[in-house]
């Protein structure tokens, strides 16, 4: 990740550490993580994820809990679960992805409890803003959702990997409920909106370009990793 100043944090993944590097540095700065694998809250086992204000958030995929980093301190703090793998309020089950809004909320796909959850600051537990009914195919239900973005406007995007293989328009605030999706085209023809429920693979690692009503989900296209244009009406 690379912040506004042009530094690049590093996930040292072997070191289970993230690193600082400032721009024409000749070292990094250790600035979380460092200890042994565990459950300790300097464990760092993780995907990075940056806010506006340049805080760093660690997804452990494999404890089910998020930690925060903000410039200046010492350590991590746990701002999502952190008790242990489930299906409770205050628990995940293997994470994949996070998202965090203007105000600090964090957003969570919570793969294998096919749920999306909000944990506002402070929290001590979530709140289910989508799924939470069992994986399947129904208007109140996900499955296995590996990717979550909120945008400004109050929208949130949810990528769905498995059997449903769709990315869902999701409006936050009112009026409240599920709206159309496109996905696709994988063939380039954006006229064939036929095909194009069909053609999501998803892979996560979601990026937003300027337009309000476009995201782009990572695609597993035969093994090409594309990004493939995600169209909302």
Known sequence: ???????????????????????GASEGVLVAGGATLGLSSNSVNFDL????????????????????????????????????????????????????DSKGNIYIADYS????????????????????????????????PNDVVVTAQGDMYVAEVQKNRRVQKIALVSPVGLAKYWVGPMNGNWSDKANWSDAFNGKGG?????????????????G?????????D
């Open 113 to 144: 409890n096919h749920r999306i959850q909000k944990w506002a600051p402070g929290d001590i537990a979530g709140t289910t803003v989508a799924g939470g009914n069992g994986g399947g195919s129904a208007s109140n239900q996900l499955d296995y």
């Open 49 to 100: 994820f940056f806010d506006t204000y340049a805080n760093i958030y660690i997804l452990d995929k494999a404890i089910g809990r998020v930690q925060k980093w903000s410039p200046g301190n010492a350590g991590l703090v746990t701002v999502a679960g952190g008790n242990g793998i489930g299906s409770a309020a205050n628990q995940l089950d293997h994470p994949q992805n996070i998202s965090i």
């Open 224 to 232: 090409s990793n594309a990004y493939n244009l995600v169209h909302i």
């Open 206 to 222: 979601a990026a937003l370009p300027g337009e309000e009503d476009s995201v782009y989900f990572q695609d597993d296209v035969s």
């Open 1 to 23: 990740l690379v912040d506004g100043s042009g530094n690049i944090y590093v996930a040292d993944i072997v070191n289970r550490r993230v690193v600082k590097w400032a721009p």
